[in-house]
């Protein structure tokens, strides 16, 4: 079992910043991927960022020059950096752990919400 435990979302104007953090605790596998979703109202939900246990990372295209995600594995911890901030990065942003052993499995933070103001 894993839980995930999410902060840093608030209300923010266009162009600043926020850093949001996710902790894991639990049964979690040497071998993971953790990352960030968000979902608009109205829109499914999107994959953000993801890093690998190893490091490597991947960006959705829309965030890839303005967010950074890392990780630190002593932790268990990822973070999103989000800078020039836009409103349409105005979403519930959850907390995502892939964990890969006998059997793969889904894990998601509750959700923190990100509001961008104009």
């Known amino acids: 079992q894993v839980q995930l435990v999410e902060s840093g979302g608030g209300l923010v104007q266009a162009g600043g910043s926020l850093r949001l953090s996710c902790a894991a605790s639990?049964?979690?596998?040497?071998?993971?991927?953790m990352g960030w979703y968000r979902q608009a109202p109205g829109k499914q939900r999107e994959l953000v960022a993801i890093?690998?246990?190893?490091?490597?990372?991947n960006y959705a295209d829309s965030v890839k020059d303005r967010f950074t995600i890392s990780r630190d594995n002593a932790k268990n911890t990822v973070f999103l950096q989000m800078n020039s901030l836009k409103p349409e990065d105005t979403a519930v942003y959850y907390c995502?752990?892939?964990?890969?052993?006998?059997?793969?499995?889904?894990?998601w933070g509750q959700g923190t919400q990100v509001t961008v103001s104009s």
């Open positions: 890093i690998a246990s190893g490091g490597s990372t």
């Open positions: 995502n752990l892939r964990r890969f052993g006998i059997t793969s499995q889904n894990y």
């Open positions: 639990g049964s979690i596998s040497s071998l993971n991927v």
